[in-house]
Each structure stands twice: as C-alpha cells, then as structure tokens.
C-alpha cells in the first residue's frame, strides 16, 4: 500500500510520469502525432487533385505518427518498469542470487572484456617499413626546426 490511501503502487507511479519532464514528453507527442496526421490529410487533397507524388507522402506522414506514438510508449513502459524496481523491497541475497543486471531487455557487462596483446602469430619478424617511420619520426623530433623534405634518409 501506498501513502495515497490505499491505492497500491499504481498512483504513484501514474504522479511519477507527471513531472515537468514527462509533461514536456506528453505534449511534444500529441503535438507531433496531430502535426504529422495533419500534415498526412494535407498530402492526401493534394494527391486527390493530381499531385501524384503525394501518394507517398500521404503514406509517410501517418507512419511518422506510429512512430513517435511508439517511441512515447516504450518509454513510458521503460520509466514505469525503472520506478518498479527503485519501489521494490531489496532481495535478501542469501536467499536467492540476485538477478543479472540489465540494461533494457539485454544484460549488461559485468566485467571487462580482456584481450591478449600478444599477435596471434609467434613467429614475427620485424617491420622494416614500421622501423623506418620510427626512425624518421626521431629524426624529426632531434631536429625540431627542420622541414620533412630536408630528411637525409
């Protein structure tokens, strides 16, 4: 139970998506759900008056506004299924192990991936063309006022 009066969890994670942020996120989606609609019937009249290119943008438009109804969706699944895990009661780990750590639906890295410096080949031998660029390079370095056509190698 909540302290909404009985009311579980559900209000308060329904006032959650109430602040100020989320209040901006629900009026830039009605906005643009009614802006890419409108824009849609627009493409439509003139498609009906001859304009045969409009056709696909009469399809285009209202494909936009799934999307951004999608997007809001997904989002607000997302922030409600954050609030539920920050409103949970912690597991008591010498119960049951805790649950992989996720990020969306797939799981986070735990640790670092280690890759081996070492190449792959044992046997290398030494780059001729890398030695003389290190070479050149020091070069330039010990002669800090020279241009690079003035290297003698």
């Given at each position: 139970?909540?302290?909404?009066?009985?009311?579980?969890?559900?209000?308060?994670?329904?006032?959650?998506?109430?602040?100020?942020?989320?209040?901006?996120?629900?009026?830039?989606?009605?906005?643009?759900?009614?802006?890419?609609?409108?824009?849609?019937?627009?493409?439509?009249?003139?498609?009906?008056?001859?304009?045969?290119?409009?056709?696909?943008?009469?399809?285009?438009?209202?494909?936009?506004?799934?999307?951004?109804?999608?997007?809001?969706?997904?989002?607000?699944?997302?922030?409600?299924?954050?609030?539920?895990?920050?409103?949970?009661?912690?597991?008591?780990?010498?119960?049951?192990?805790?649950?992989?750590?996720?990020?969306?639906?797939r799981p986070a890295v735990r640790r670092p991936v280690r890759v081996s410096r070492v190449p792959a080949t044992g046997d290398v031998g030494e780059d001729t063309d890398l030695?003389?660029?290190?070479?050149?390079?020091?070069?330039?370095?010990?002669?800090?006022?020279?241009?690079?056509?003035?290297?003698?190698?």
């Amino acid at each position: 139970m909540s302290e909404t009066g009985g009311v579980p969890g559900t209000l308060d994670a329904m006032r959650r998506l109430w602040t100020p942020a989320w209040i901006a996120r629900h009026v830039a989606m009605v906005v643009l759900v009614v802006g890419f609609l409108g824009l849609g019937w627009w493409q439509i009249s003139r498609a009906a008056a001859g304009n045969s290119l409009s056709w696909g943008y009469a399809v285009e438009w209202p494909i936009f506004a799934g999307f951004v109804v999608y997007v809001w969706w997904r989002e607000v699944k997302l922030a409600r299924r954050r609030m539920a895990e920050v409103d949970a009661p912690p597991a008591d780990p010498a119960v049951e192990p805790a649950p992989a750590v996720t990020t969306g639906s797939r799981p986070a890295v735990r640790r670092p991936v280690r890759v081996s410096r070492v190449p792959a080949t044992g046997d290398v031998g030494e780059d001729t063309d890398l030695a003389a660029y290190n070479h050149y390079l020091s070069w330039l370095n010990a002669n800090p006022g020279a241009r690079p056509g003035d290297y003698p190698g």
